[in-house]
């Protein structure tokens, strides 16, 4: 099981805003990066380190850190945003990976 | 344009060897290490491994070390997953991912498509 964790699902209305966490001890040294699935679909990366986007991702999608605590936020969230959501960080030891166990967002 | 296009949906029995594959096109494909992500059905994200092509420097997720194996080949551009003895446990779906680097920070910016294994008797 994962050493960090995820909300199992949240649900927002559409065009509020929702915030995403990921909880573990690494995250008090390290940064996350975010994972945006959809059904039937590879992953696509939306957040990575303290606040970056990739090129073709909505400025709506951020990050942030606090404490062992690592944030994705959606503002103005919209239809398509109904996704799975993994954060990955380094594990306690340093010397690996590992993803949170994901979010189901749904956008009611 | 960077792509990663992974080889195509595989069924096989129990104890059989497998090797899967990943072609990389649109940038320089020793410059970044490529990363192995495996889902099983209606499961979450696991990490198997990552492989630096330059050199084939591999390091395996704990949980897979020993259980498959990650190759590259410079002259095609091309990474792999290949497994000697199947078992139903390793049916999932397995993504490749350009793998890159932000301080300590490992991110996945461009995923294969995914390959579906399929392992039973």
């Known amino acids: 099981s994962s050493k960090v964790t995820q909300d199992p699902a949240v649900s927002v209305a559409l065009g509020q805003t929702v915030r995403i966490t990921c909880q573990g001890d690494?995250?008090?040294?390290?940064?996350a990066s975010w994972y945006q699935q959809k059904p039937g679909q590879a992953p696509v990366l939306v957040i990575y380190?303290?606040?970056n986007r990739p090129s073709g991702i909505p400025d709506r999608f951020s990050g942030s850190n606090s404490g062992n605590t690592a944030s994705l936020t959606i503002t103005g969230t919209q239809a398509e945003d109904e996704a799975d959501y993994y954060c990955n960080t380094r594990d306690s030891s340093g010397n690996h990976w590992e993803f949170g166990g994901g979010t189901k967002l749904t956008v009611l | 344009e960077v792509q990663l296009v992974q080889s195509g949906a595989e069924v096989k029995k129990p104890g059989e060897s497998l090797k899967i594959s990943c072609k990389a096109s649109?940038?320089?494909?020793?410059?970044?290490?490529i990363g192995w992500v495996r889902q099983t059905p209606g499961k979450g994200l696991e990490w198997v491994g990552i492989i630096y092509p330059a050199d084939s420097d591999t390091r395996y997720s704990p949980s897979f070390q020993g259980q498959a194996t990650i190759s590259a080949d410079k002259s095609t551009s091309t990474a792999y997953l290949q497994w000697s003895g199947l078992k139903a446990s390793d049916t999932a779906m397995y993504y490749c991912?350009?793998?890159?680097?932000?301080?300590?920070?490992?991110?996945?910016?461009?995923w294969g498509q995914g390959t579906l294994v399929t392992v039973s008797s």
């Open positions: 991912a350009r793998v890159g680097f932000l301080e300590w920070l490992l991110y996945l910016d461009y």
């Open positions: 380190g303290k606040n």
């Open positions: 690494s995250l008090r040294t390290y940064y």
């Open positions: 649109g940038y320089i494909f020793t410059s970044n290490w």
